[in-house]
């Protein structure tokens, strides 16, 4: 069907384009609906991404605590792990099995910066960081526990009471002590890279255990 224009004559092309295309304004228009539209995607994906960085580091860090627990507690001679905040591990043995060992559990358990006062000697407390490069700073607290009496119903006899001076010699460091208590923190930002001693909003786990004097 024609269109006619009221003094009669017929409309050209370029005018027809004209009446059928879409004004800049329009374009905008459309625009912005539809980033409103794509807005709340967008910060639901971001949050996503957050949360799961999240429970990534929070993962590293008890798996870490797990781990550095479990060799203290299963691979670590109890003589080695020395009273202390931060602990001290020494071999005053100086087996070299054990000297080995340590060299290498300890970047395992603690990252960097463990080196003690002199050769052979490291700290309970290190740098660690993932291969996402998240931070985490970890600490062991080392505590003798020699004030403690053990009682033992011996047949015949009756109740007897032993303390750690009746069942062990004295250390290392001149202390009876037949058990440790292992205090573990780490710590880590959830700000990527961000050491967490410069975050006040920094997270924390504890993880606390006793070691026994099985030594031979």
């Known amino acids: 069907m024609s269109v006619i224009e009221s003094d009669g004559s017929r409309p050209s092309s370029a005018m027809r384009r004209k009446k059928v295309g879409l004004t800049f304004i329009e374009i905008m228009i459309a625009v912005l609906i539809l980033s409103a539209m794509l807005l709340p995607v967008y910060q639901l994906m971001n949050n996503a991404v957050r949360e799961t960085e999240k429970f990534y580091v929070e993962a590293v860090a008890i798996s870490q605590a797990k781990f550095i627990m479990d060799t203290l507690l299963f691979q670590i001679p109890w003589r080695v792990i020395r009273a202390g905040n931060p602990a001290r591990f020494e071999d005053p043995k100086m087996v070299p099995a054990v000297q080995t060992l340590l060299g290498t559990a300890m970047p395992r358990m603690f990252g960097t910066g463990f080196a003690g006062p002199s050769a052979g000697t490291f ?6 960081t993932d291969r996402n490069g ?3 700073r970890i600490r062991l607290q080392c505590v003798d526990i020699d004030e403690i009496e053990f009682s033992i119903n011996i047949p015949g006899r ?3 009471t032993f ?3 009746d069942l062990t010699p004295k250390d290392a460091d001149g202390n009876y002590s037949v058990m440790k208590k292992l205090v573990l923190e780490i710590r880590w930002s959830l700000q990527k890279g961000k050491d967490p001693l410069d975050d006040p909003q920094a997270k924390t786990i504890h993880l ?3 070691k026994s004097h099985l030594d031979g």
């Open 163 to 165: 303390q750690p001076k």
């Open 134 to 136: 998240g931070v985490y």
């Open 208 to 210: 606390v255990a006793v």
């Open 123 to 128: 700290l309970g407390d290190g740098r660690f």
């Open 158 to 160: 009756g109740i007897r």
